[in-house]
């Protein structure tokens, strides 16, 4: 995790069921060790070839009620926990990522800009530490605030605004402290295409070729060139001609890999729906 930003979001899914992991979720571990055994030559590379001294630049994204796991609450008799957001950031000094995380939102979002403003709320406490650290190493070397990247534009035109509607008003305490972060000067958003934001690849599964845009963008290899998947198919099967096999009894079934399923678990119950996109097993990490 210290240099593979790559796994972030794989990892942060799988280790929301260390308390009590089933079979499919060392599979999804195994998954994740193969993936890093066939990628042992990529690092990420550190150094500055540009003009004066290097600059932060930040990525933040979210993907909105994401993630459909819940959980039965014996103290309430509710099911608690699920729709739950999904945030990703990461920060560059100069050519070189520097911090990146991911992470499940700790509350649920209503909109996809709220999940947006949350996930700018997680980036900009992360970058105010970070500017402090740099202007301490080296006083005076950052001019002027920070770009951070977003896709959200009803995200962007809030904050630009400065000013709360009927529908955000309920997390005015997320929005403010961006707002202030803004008007100090330490950070500006920048509206980006949804397909070039870097911080898509740490919110959510990816299909291959989206995955590997991204990984170039973090990554190399030491000959300098194209990081490209090893598959040499790029067929997907169809659920129902998925060839699945057994994990405990004939009917409870493992879902061939490739294959986009969302896992909910309620203690020992297991259960597939077809009809959601997966977020616990990246599909850009299969090879």
């Known amino acids: 995790m210290v240099s593979r930003p790559d796994i972030a979001f794989a990892v942060s899914k799988v280790s929301q069921y260390c308390s009590k ?5 060392w599979e999804a571990v195994k998954h994740i ?11 990420i590379t ?14 933040c994204d979210a993907s909105f009620a994401g993630d459909t796991d819940f959980r039965f609450s014996h103290k309430t008799g509710l099911y608690i926990g699920g729709a ?14 520097l911090i990146w995380k991911s992470f499940r939102q700790g509350r649920v979002a209503l909109s996809s800009t709220e999940a947006e403003i949350i996930a700018l709320v997680g980036a900009t406490t992360e970058l105010c530490w970070l500017r402090d650290l740099i202007e301490w190493l080296q006083p005076g070397s950052l001019k002027g605030p920070t770009p951070m990247e977003q896709d959200n534009t009803s995200a962007t035109h809030l904050v630009d605004k400065k000013t709360l509607t009927k529908r955000s008003k309920h997390y005015h305490k997320d929005y403010f402290f961006v ?5 100090m000067g330490l950070i500006t958003l920048r509206k980006q295409d ?10 959510k599964a990816l ?21 490209q998947s090893t598959r040499t198919s790029e067929v997907i099967q169809k659920p129902e001609e998925a060839e699945v096999q057994s994990t405990r009894a004939p009917e ?9 399923t969302a896992l909910i678990t309620r203690g020992d119950e297991i259960q597939i729906n077809w009809d959601l996109t997966t977020t616990w097993k990246p599909k850009g990490l299969i090879l």
């Open 252 to 260: 409870e079934n493992q879902i061939a890999e490739d294959m986009y």
């Open 84 to 97: 739950k957001s999904h945030s990703g950031y990461i920060f560059w000094y100069g050519d070189s990522p």
């Open 33 to 43: 060790l193969r993936y890093l055994k066939n990628t042992t030559d990529l690092g």
């Open 194 to 203: 949804t397909k070039l934001i870097t911080s898509d690849l740490l919110t």
């Open 207 to 227: 299909q291959r070729q989206d995955f590997y845009r991204h990984l170039n963008k973090l990554m190399a290899n030491p000959e300098g060139t194209e990081i």
């Open 46 to 59: 550190l150094g500055y070839d540009g003009e004066g001294s290097p600059q932060l630049a930040g990525s």
């Open 21 to 25: 992991p089933t079979k499919q979720h």
């Open 179 to 183: 707002t202030d972060k803004v008007e």
